[in-house]
């Protein structure tokens, strides 16, 4: 088995692991869409002042335990039983890194539930952006599992054992795929366009929208920021500085977030461009 099947047999076994973080990375996202729904749409339960202060304390604590036991289980699956894993096939660090993003999913999952029962739609707003944060950093502490190292292609190896470790981890700035500058460029411009309408919109409601001016507060930010990190890596990829390759991964990273584009473009940059600009 050569150095480029052990390659393509790893990208193929992260594929799965990657398209359920990223399911799992999206549910937050969702929470906060349809509770917004719901609290403009229907005419859901007043709770009183009391029941909300403890199902806010409440909420609170599930979340401080669930993050918690997140590196309690972890220490628990990689030190105290991972023969017991391997032995039924399952890798362990695959095991942790699944059931850890559950895990920090777990305190959006809470105020959405307490949310059907009073809970202010707010709370849903910050324990799903929180969330959302604890599970994007756990997918980077296991980024490995889920983002293979390229490999390349004039390295050699003489047994199977023997580890391929590429000539240099740093990324030729005179290989940045053009169209992939474009597509980031492009992004920018659509994500400011977005940031206009919101702003718009919040000096000029219409009266069927000023139910939504919390969700449209959430977002102008998010919008705003994912226009300068088009443009500010559009730029680094266009002088190819060296900070470039960084900014890229970053920025693809982050655009995850941002459905459908963004989305898009970051599976186009895993699958097609990353390869590219670390081989070339």
């Known amino acids: ?119 202010s739609v707010v709370d849903v707003y910050v324990y799903s952006a929180l969330s959302f944060a604890a599970i994007l950093g756990w997918a980077w502490r296991y980024r490995r599992l889920l983002i293979p190292t390229p490999v390349d292609a004039e390295h050699k190896h003489t047994t199977e054992n023997t580890l391929i470790i590429p000539k240099s981890s740093s990324v030729n700035t005179n290989t940045m795929v053009r169209s992939y500058t474009v597509v980031l460029g492009i992004l920018g411009s659509i994500s400011f366009l977005l940031l206009a309408i919101k702003i718009v919109l919040v000096f000029y409601p219409p009266e069927d929208y000023l139910g939504q001016k919390q969700m449209i507060m959430l977002i102008i930010p998010l919008y705003l920021f994912f226009s300068l990190s088009c443009w500010i890596t559009t730029i680094l990829r266009i002088k190819k500085s060296p900070l470039a390759s960084l900014a890229t991964r970053a920025t693809s990273c982050i655009l995850i977030a941002w459905f459908p584009f963004g989305t898009a473009a970051f599976f186009y940059w895993i699958g097609k461009i990353r390869k590219r600009e670390k081989m070339e």
């Open 1 to 119: 088995m050569n150095g480029n099947s052990l390659h393509k047999m790893k990208k193929q076994n992260n594929i799965l692991p990657l398209f359920l973080i990223v399911g799992i990375l999206y549910t937050p996202l969702i929470f906060i869409g349809v509770s917004n729904s719901f609290n403009t749409t229907l005419q859901l339960y007043e709770a009183p002042p009391d029941w909300i202060n403890i199902a806010r304390l409440i909420n609170g604590v599930l979340a401080l335990l669930c993050i918690v036991y997140v590196f309690i289980f972890e220490r628990k699956i990689l030190t105290e039983s991972p023969g017991k894993l391997i032995k039924k096939g399952s890798d362990p660090e695959l095991v942790a890194m699944l059931c850890g993003a559950a895990l920090c999913e777990a305190p959006a999952c809470f105020a959405f539930f307490f949310f059907m029962f009073g809970l």
